[in-house]
């Protein structure tokens, strides 16, 4: 383990606590101009009453469930904050921060969530109102990526401060402490990704199969009982869970960063990763302002000009700074050490890794899920041989690009690690820290997606807009369907850095466990040795087995809601008189509640399973099975998210293709193979695929916090097998419990009376 | 590594070369009982003219398209002959062995699907023919259960036969030599179950789309010029593809428990593990001769009792072996060892976990892929709601079941690794083989679906059935839907046992090599140390990536040969006047012939793929980064294939229950949802799922023969980044130009002009 040869000085100087305070500074700043951004978006005009009626549905709805979500959280938020007491940790004032920025890094995740949710649903009708003026494109489409601005910069400020704050209050102790900071934003970041995956896809699938396949009415009609549920959870999950998610992908890479930082350089390994996201928020800041759309392109072009141009300037300025900040030979930490290479070269390559990643990843996704590139094309041409054609071309769409997306986020792994040489696991870690320079426009680009898609929601229903302002609001929507592949592509590869790092973090983990229990060397090599064995099989295993379970969980959870959903439309198609004609309002209110009661019942399951999994594998089988378990998890996890990712993103845009006039067009057979396809993709890319990033990480932070505790109750004094199987079980029965109970609800389901499932015979 | 302590002499007694003797001969009863229930088989009636010209064709074409591959393969064979020379060896007599043996075991593996196919094709000719008689049900069932059998005593006779032999000839030399014999199964049973899977599932796919979507005609009606394809399907795909893959499964299986029972005892490790599966051809025979058909009961309970009837008969005939042929207590090996357990108990414990195993798998399978259980129905009722939700569910049902079946599988794996004590592996290993003595019962039970599907399909073509006998065959055709799912799980459950005992004996070969070059202990536990680092992580995610893309591959390449299947039937009904009216024969055989010739070309590309993946990333990145890779592919492998397999399962036996009048019954649009369910799962479930199985083992093995290679670049005298890097580089360069070649092929076909692509409008 040769990367800890320079960890000894724990002390940040001086000049450290400086950089650390400009950085905290800076963060600050960004969230200034995440203010001014939200200003300007709330200055625009509201457009018609009715618009702002349907608008307003759509913000109590969003608000209700998110506070909801708030309360069910916090007790679970609470449990978790007095368990981590109970971890080993080096003193109270460790084991108190812990705790304590656990608690933060929860609440600024939630609320960078409910942010982003807040600022969208407020800007979908300010977007939908804008197409409508002269020069509507460029003005709603300004709109919407300034909305992403302000999100993106209250993503990075908050995730920098509290990474900075930590860094300057616990100087030598920051990473046990950043451990609970990103392990807080992990966690809810997870439960917000589910319960608005859950709730989007629920009410969406629910409100498309009574109203456009039993009914026959257009999306979006307002006699459906469930539109407005349908914009709300485009709000909550799309816009409050993906904000959370990147969150908490941004706190989690920093903070691997950071620990390893630390366990190389000492302290003030703890500041250089600090500076590479501070020059981040600045490009983002750039890349936010020079946004401009042109009325000659189309606005993906725009969007990816921008990152480009803010990519290119954060390359440039972090290889200054990594001259400026760091010396130019290991000589500087003993001379024994002159010939390992020079560190500033190093953390600019590494840094420039990240950066190209995000890029490549980019290209990748957009190249897979683009209407204009061959694999969209392809599947959109199997339509005409019928669904399963479709279903079977587009699951080969998203099984390749795993693959090949997989292969570029192991390369950049692969080599900021072989170019790492003694500070290997920290050359991926700052790889990670490159990712994140491109977060701010990240999240500018997302948000954009279901902004657009809301505004297209608020036309529709209101029918205030006409016939060029709705081709606008679609093509901005097309664009949204791209931008947020992408952003899943980012972040599953923000998670795979992360992990390793964390991987690597794992271990030393366990090895200073180890030596402060007295093992002697040899102790800690058999300790090791003991990590290469069928156990270690048998725990990549079970780690590939959580990720399947996962996500059947979730779409199986999506598939019970959106059940309730068509019930609930049903009965009131059925029994209120006057909805289909138009002459009395749906009580749309009564569906919100629905799926806000179902999507939170359902996120318990998955999210016991990914806090209680790792507990159970490293008590029960030990620690060399749990590092197979992460293993297994990030590799499978790896795949399995940007399969269900792209290929619902393929399906997604052939029906757009179809829809747009070709093999047949819009109400052909090809047509109807498609819907079927985007409504197999629906929970695949909205649901279950964007999960198991924050997945991946939970588990790896859990894994890392219990460490210490699995190595304490494996030898030295506190060793009992009694102890370790006592957890162990627990964790299972917890899982087998949870697992049980949704089963159980499914039961339940399939068992509501006959007529309640039965279709109204309205038309 | 403990358990290696007992490994001293390597000399076999006497008495051990008698035993050995014995089971070659208990082997050769085996494959003489096979001939004679052939000989019953094909004694039986063989019903009207017309019937007996449609099975000659199937004949034909079945026959035509193995000779095929038997030349294409050669070549292959012949050039991995020689390969095998250039790996390490201890001496020449090893050397030439394990060649000669990889020569032995491919054409083994090729003799067991050629017989498995030509049996079949005229076994199904007289199931059909005796349906017709009076009392044809149990007639039928005999006559399809009896070819099972004698499959089933062929698979397990040659296996045996081999494996005894090598013991024989070799004696302590025998591990290396049995290497090349389970590699020459493996790799023959890999490329015939990918290229009988993509043939079976591109004619089956391309007549349903021509025929029963386009021109509303049944399914296997003589108009259609795809049928005779689709019935040499059958037969080269899930007879022949079958055999070979449970005889690789068995030879595999075999050899990783002598390598591993020579590590742990010695040469007299040698004979334990022959005794079991020698048993499990008693038990298998009996078995066989038990299954009679029951009136009063359905085809499934009667086998089932079969299975478990052979299964306990095996558990207690190897406890009895056990206590007579191991000693008491391993004090035998040196006082020193007297209180590490008693080796006779361990060895029972563990045959009988594989015993259990299978049957657990068996119930496991039923209750997810059976008609009369909860998550099929489940299925079938989301038919209501239309194809997206039968296609979610589905995949709902496949994760579920891959999740729980991975669970006991690593659970087995697990058990007999913790009882195994001092001779850990060697347990998992023994393990597998108490799944070995199931092995004959599971080819009888396997063979059982497809016979009794052509059976059909002759009936059908023929219309010389009536409605009795109609009835009796579509009975025997379910259950052996069902039947055919538990296979795939037994056979991946081999895979797991034999991959974990020979992940162990590809360290082994690592900690060997090393001590052959004449590195220190300390030097091997740093090598053995760089295994855990990021770059094993990378190796597991590319292992993970190269499952998903092979199965992409799989998958792709049905798509491909179905299309051009399409194309040519439009053809055929266009440009030949009279087919519609029954007039003219349409020309059966070009159809045969497109297919072979796909299919053949197809299955190049992932069989390069499995081959040639771990030389690049074995000799690119280290052995660490191999054995990671062999874990991310074990089980990402395992969850992959059963997903595949048991979702596929589901949707063909939810589309049974509407057409058994639920939910609409035939014709409604629940049931055209079910079929587009059943085509999705048609290649999930006949060419991807089963291939995964000897992908899994033919990347082992490929990896435990080049591993003393790897070594033998990385440290010592030969040492060479360059050369490791160059092979690795030709490997890459070999993989990637497959992938893009058959990538040009997807081209070539969506550009045939689009006249011959128009249906023909003959209705």
Redesign the interface.
């Known amino acids: 383990m040769s990367r800890q040869f320079l960890a000894e000085g724990l002390e940040l100087s001086g000049g450290d606590y400086g950089i650390a305070a400009v950085v905290a500074v800076v963060a600050l700043i960004a969230l200034v101009i995440g203010y001014f951004l939200l200003k300007e978006v709330l200055a625009a005009g509201q457009g018609t009453a009715k618009m702002q009626d349907i608008a307003k549905a759509v913000q109590e709805g969003a608000a209700a469930y998110l506070k909801r979500q708030r309360n069910t959280l916090s007790i679970f938020g609470v449990v978790v904050f007095l368990l981590l007491f109970a971890l080993p940790a080096d003193d109270w004032s460790e084991r108190i921060g812990r705790s304590v920025f656990f608690l933060i890094g929860a609440v600024f995740s939630f609320t960078i969530g409910y942010l982003g949710m807040w600022l969208a649903t407020r800007a979908n009708l300010r977007v939908a109102a804008a197409s409508r003026e002269s020069g509507g494109r460029e003005k709603a489409m300004r709109i919407a990526f300034r909305t992403g601005g302000a999100v993106g910069m209250g993503t990075v400020g908050l995730g920098l401060f509290g990474a900075a704050v930590v860094v300057l209050a616990y100087a030598g102790q920051a990473p046990k402490v950043l451990e609970g900071f990103g392990f807080g934003a992990a966690l809810i970041a997870m439960f917000m990704r589910v319960g608005g995956g859950i709730f989007t896809k629920a009410a969406d699938v629910g409100a498309d ?1 009574v109203g456009k ?1 039993e009914q026959n009415i257009p999306e979006d009609d307002p006699r459906n009982a469930a539109t407005i549920a349908d914009n709300v959870g485009d709000n909550v999950g799309d816009c409050a869970g993906m904000a959370a998610d990147l969150f908490e992908s941004y706190a989690v890479t920093l903070v691997a960063a950071l620990i390893l930082g630390s366990s190389a350089f000492g302290a003030s390994g703890l500041i250089f990763p600090l500076i590479v996201p501070a020059i981040g928020v600045i490009t983002a800041v750039i890349g936010v302002y020079i946004t401009r759309a042109r009325s000659n392109e189309s606005g993906l072009v725009t969007i990816n000009r921008s990152f480009y141009i803010s990519a290119v300037i954060s390359a440039v300025l972090c290889a200054i700074a990594a001259f400026v900040f760091l010396p130019g030979s290991f000589a500087a930490f003993g001379e024994q050490y002159a010939n390992d290479g020079n560190p500033a070269v190093i953390a600019t390559v590494a840094v420039i890794i990240g950066i190209v990643l995000a890029g490549l990843i980019l290209k990748l996704t957009g190249y897979y899920t683009g209407t204009e590139h061959g694999p969209v094309k ?1 599947v959109g ?2 339509s005409e ?5 479709v ?3 587009g ?2 769409v998203g ?2 690009s ?2 090949y997306t ?2 570029v ?2 390369a950049a ?2 080599g900021a ?1 072989l170019l790492g040489g003694a500070i ?2 920290f050359a ?1 870690a700052l790889a990670g820290t490159g990712l994140l320079t491109t977060v701010g426009v990240i999240v500018a680009m997302d948000t954009f997606g279901p902004v657009s898609d809301n505004a297209q929601g608020i036309a529709e229903m209101s029918g205030d807009v006409d016939e060029a302002a709705a081709q606008t609001l679609t093509e901005l929507d097309a664009v949204g369907n791209t931008t947020k592949a992408i952003t899943k592509g980012i972040a599953i590869a923000t998670a ?1 850095l992360a992990a ?1 790092a964390l ?2 973090s794992y ?1 030393d983990s366990i090895t200073k466990a180890l030596s402060t229990i007295g093992t002697t060397a040899d102790g800690v ?1 058999s300790f ?2 003991t ?8 725990g ?7 990720v ?2 996962f ?2 969980l979730a ?2 959870a ?2 019970r809601a959106a059940g309730a959903v ?1 019930y609930e439309v049903r009965r009131q198609f059925r029994e209120i008189a006057g909805i289909m004609e138009g002459t009395t309002r749906p009580e749309y209110g009564r569906v919100v509640d629905i799926v806000t009661r179902d999507s939170l019942r359902e996120l318990a399951t998955p999210g016991l399973l990914a806090v209680f999994a790792p507990i159970a594998v490293g008590f029960g ?1 030990g620690t060399g099975a749990l ?2 378990y992460l ?2 998890a ?3 996890g ?2 399995m998210a940007i ?1 269900l990712a792209n290929s619902g993103g393929a399906w997604d845009n052939a029906k757009k293709l179809v829809e747009d006039g070709n093999h047949g067009g819009k109400g052909s057979e090809a047509h109807a193979a498609t ?2 396809g985007d ?2 993709g629906d ?1 695949f890319k909205d649901t279950a695929g964007p999960a198991i990033n924050p997945l991946i990480k939970v588990m790896n932070l859990v894994s890392v916090l219990i460490a210490p505790a699995i190595v304490q109750f494996s030898v030295g004094p506190d060793a009992s097998f009694g102890v370790r199987l006592a957890i162990s079980l627990v964790a299972l029965v917890i899982i087998v419990v949870a697992v049980v109970i949704s089963k159980r609800r ?1 039961t339940v389901i ?1 068992d509501t009376p006959a007529e309640t499932q039965e279709p109204a015979k309205t038309a």
Do not use: C, H, R, W
């Open positions: 199969l396949v392809n041409k199997t041989t019928g669904a399963a054609t279903i079977l071309s699951i080969s099984f390749e795993a693959v997989a292969l986020i192991g792994v692969f690690y290997a696991l991926v795979v390793t991987f690597g271990q090599k090791i040795d990590i290469v064995s069928p156990n270690t099989l048998v990549v295993m079970i780690g590939a087995a959580v399947f379970m996500s059947g779409v199986n999506v598939s068509v089988l590092a197979g293993a297994g990030i590799a499978t790896t795949l399969f819907v079927i409504t197999v929970p499914s399939s």
